[in-house]
């Protein structure tokens, strides 16, 4: 992988005559908190410029985004995120965010140690547990981190920092002009330095004090715009770093859960429970209300223990339903494209199957739940929500639940649900000790979230070699918002530009674009059928609505008897658009000359204030596609990709670079293999082992992430950019290496190569021929 060149950042603003500092971008207030050591913290008054840099359209997105909805709605609680000094010279910060592997702790600590002029492994930045003080500011989504927490967290680390320089200036009895400050060592001309550590005490407050501070300029950046490597890998990979179930909780032990049959199937009867409570190494064995809960000595105890389990069942939300019953149950609800056009036009149909949201770490969660008092520990992006339901599930007041939010193994958006904390705490309620929860893997996959099935239809009617309209009707099942970003919506709902529209629709409008100069353009959202446990998966709508788009303008440029990628250069209304697209054509070498049966694809998406273009190439010959795998799908293969990417201001391009081949990772899934098969009220797949994500059979060869010179003095999103244009590009390769554009995603889930596990018991039997596979 490489990064391309970086530009400047933008001039330095100036200052008036009278010297005194001129209004600007990079002035704030902020406070020193009354506190033993030093606390600065930010105060944040005005929203964010939602303008998209000047570029005239009447897209949605291009005034007010879901992110900026988010931001707007972080701000009035942004003065209580705060930064602390600590006697030993490190400086400590909580980050209200849930960190699950996209690096957002290495990116924090990278804004304080700019701000602060510390080295960067002097910034010690852990998880906040859950504080409902900060209402909309502790939700983990949206790819809104970074955006929502650049000012707040560098106002306050500034803050810090003059208030460290008051306090070295009067223990060196020097004037603050005549120090210099480097690595945390504050200097005076005679050389004589002082720590931060040595004058954390001394720049401590007895009372809260408003100051105003100044943001470095982006031209003396040292820290922010350099590829660092993350803070937490050496505890990665030496096995030191914790997750949940690595936790010393005091008599937490191990918990799995019998589930039903269907999905949310509920419990009927149990004719062997005392049977159950008496078997090795089990100590406690109760129905709740998503099955019956079994605490052991061992996971393995309660594998065997669930596996007993005889247990009635009665029918689920889904029952009786299958792929084909819930897309005749989709084209039901579509909503009609319109009347036919007068002019000549182009169109498809797509459908995009169930995909699973399931993370690389298990479910789980440690909960002790004791009379008049909670505590959970969990994986959450989404604690403040998930603490008022386990609040008011157990009937305990807010203030008696503790919420720890704990670095997780993956998200997806999976940890945007907390059913694992509410099941936890809900067991350890009834059973009065404390439990250590544990999701099978075909737990998950069967009772788990889901990226919702859905259909997409598109339309783009033009005249000779103008594009008129572009109409699309996006129709899904039921998507899940239950965890925080519906009450966001709802408390901003006033000051949207979206008129009076349900919250689903609203938010399909704000996390939707448009990157060409497409005409009159109206997108639209269908929704139907709630029986199904879905959720925000990664980009949420924008993988299946931008691959529908992105073929389609495939169809239409062939129409027109133009090349794909000087198509979409023509009809881009953004210059940061065109130079992503221009990159990945000449980095990717567009337009060579390929064998038949393989093919280029090219794609684009803006979203977020980000860009991303993604070319790949594709093998469909036969050799390839019917490559003999162990109860595998092996499909066509990628086998090149090149990926563009613009946020306008990388804080960490290393960081950047993982994101996006993560987000190629996800959308090559997604078009080739990723999918759950519905039958009888169930998912078939069990597991990771039947669940196709990109195996490395299906991993491109080459692969190249190119990070574009910086564009505007903030970052953009990057957490989901990649993935719907990685999805387009590689559909795109398969229709040309084909010749047929493909309508049903992913294009392998006709193909059923595996086996179904059983769904009762609702665990298969450990695997014990581990060695049959060995190479």
């Known amino acids: 992988m490489r990064s391309a060149d970086r530009r400047s950042g933008p001039e330095p603003r100036t200052r008036p005559e009278s010297g005194t500092p001129a209004p600007g971008r990079r002035r704030f207030l902020g406070y020193v ?56 010279g490190t400086v400590a910060f909580a980050l209200p965010r849930a960190e699950v592997g996209q690096g957002i702790t290495t990116s924090t600590a990278m ?8 080295p960067l492994d002097r910034v010690r930045v852990t998880l906040a547990d859950a504080r409902p003080e900060l209402v909309f500011n502790q939700l983990t989504g949206g790819s809104n981190t970074t955006i929502a927490t650049y000012t707040p967290v560098r106002v306050a680390a500034a803050v810090a920092r003059g208030r460290l320089l008051q306090a070295a200036a009067a223990r060196l009895r020097s004037p603050v002009g005549e120090l210099t400050w480097k690595a945390g060592v504050v200097t005076d001309r005679a050389g004589r330095g002082v720590g931060i550590g040595a004058l954390a ?47 010393d909780v005091p008599d937490a032990l191990p918990t799995m859960v019998c589930r039903p049959p269907t999905i949310n199937g509920k419990v009927g009867s149990v004719a062997d429970l005392d049977e159950v409570r008496a078997m090795p190494g089990v100590t406690d064995a109760v129905v709740i209300s998503t099955g019956v809960a079994v605490r052991a000595r061992t996971f393995g105890q309660c594998i065997d ?42 169109e498809g149909s797509f459908t995009f199957h169930f995909r699973s949201n399931s993370a690389l770490e298990p479910n789980c969660a440690i909960a002790d739940v004791r009379p ?72 998950d996959s069967r009772q788990g979230r889901t990226h919702p099935m859905s259909t997409s239809r598109v339309r783009i009617s033009y005249a000779g070699d103008t594009v008129l309209a572009y109409t699309q009707r996006h129709t899904s099942v039921a998507t899940d918002f239950g965890h925080g970003f519906g009450e966001i919506v709802t408390a901003l709902a006033a000051r949207l530009p979206v008129g009076d529209i349900g919250f689903s629709q609203t938010y399909f409008q704000l996390s939707r674009s448009m990157p060409y100069r497409f005409g009159v353009d109206s997108q639209q959202l269908s929704e139907t059928d709630k029986g199904f446990n879905t959720g925000s998966m990664r980009n949420v709508y924008g993988p ?49 000359a390929m064998p038949a049966g393989t093919a280029q694809g090219i794609a684009l998406q803006t979203e977020y204030r980000g860009v991303s273009a993604v070319l790949v190439e594709i093998d469909c010959r036969p050799e390839t596609v019917n490559r003999p795998l162990r109860d595998g799908v092996a499909g066509p293969r990628v086998t ?14 290393r960081g950047l670079e993982a994101q996006m081949t993560g987000c190629l990772t996800d959308g090559i899934a997604q078009a080739l293999t990723s999918s759950l098969h519905l039958r009888d009220g169930y998912f078939l797949e069990a597991s990771w082992d039947n669940y196709f994500y990109t195996r490395q059979w299906n991993t491109p060869l080459e692969l190249e992430i190119i990070v574009m010179p910086d564009t505007r003095a903030e970052p953009g999103g990057a957490g989901e950019l990649g993935v719907a244009a990685s999805m387009a590009a590689v559909a795109c390769a398969y229709g040309r290496a084909t010749g047929t ?24 039997p450990s695997p014990a021929d581990g060695l049959d596979h060995a190479y």
Not at 640 to 652: F, H, P, T
């Open 33 to 88: 908190l009354a506190a033993p050591t030093l606390v600065a913290a930010a105060e944040i008054g005005a929203a964010p410029n939602a303008a998209a840099d000047g570029i005239p359209s009447a897209e949605i997105t291009d005034l007010i985004d879901l992110n900026d909805a988010m931001t707007l709605a972080a701000l009035p609680t942004s003065h209580l995120i705060t930064i602390e000094v600590d006697t030993d």
């Open 111 to 118: 804004l304080i140690a700019e701000e602060m002029d510390v």
């Open 201 to 247: 005490q001394q720049a401590a407050s007895v009372s809260t004090r408003q100051v105003s501070v100044e943001l470095k300029a982006s031209d003396r950046f040292t820290v922010i715009g350099t590829p660092r490597g993350r803070i937490d890998a050496l505890a990665a990979v030496t096995g030191r770093k914790k997750f949940t179930l690595d936790l």
């Open 305 to 346: 223990a669930v596996r007993a389990l005889r247990v009635a069942w009665r029918p689920g939300t889904a029952r009786g339903k299958s792929d084909d019953t819930v897309l005749e149950e989709l084209r039901a609800a579509e909503l009609p494209l319109g009347l036919p056009p007068l002019t000549p036009s182009v």
């Open 372 to 443: 008049g008092r909670a505590e959970i520990w969990a994986s959450l992006k989404s604690p403040i929500v998930a603490q008022q339901t386990i609040a008011a599930r157990l009937g305990l007041p807010l203030s008696a639940v503790t919420v720890h939010v704990v670095e997780g193994g993956g998200s997806f958006g999976r940890k945007l649900f907390f059913d694992a904390a509410l099941e936890a705490a809900e067991i350890s309620q009834r059973i009065g000790k404390p439990v250590r929860l544990m999701w099978h893997r075909a737990d």
């Open 544 to 592: 299946d609505v931008v691959c529908a788009r992105e073929l389609v303008v495939d169809r239409l440029a062939a129409r027109m008897n133009k090349d794909p990628y000087a198509f979409r250069h023509a009809f881009l209304h953004d210059d940061r658009a065109r130079a992503a697209l221009e990159k990945v054509a000449e980095a990717g070498n567009w337009g060579r």
């Open 640 to 653: 090149k990709a090149v990926c563009a990417v613009d946020v306008g201001l990388a804080i960490n391009p």
């Open 741 to 764: 554009m493909p309508t049903t995603f992913p294009i392998n889930h006709g193909t059923l190569s595996f086996a179904p596990k059983p769904t009762v018991p609702p665990i298969p």
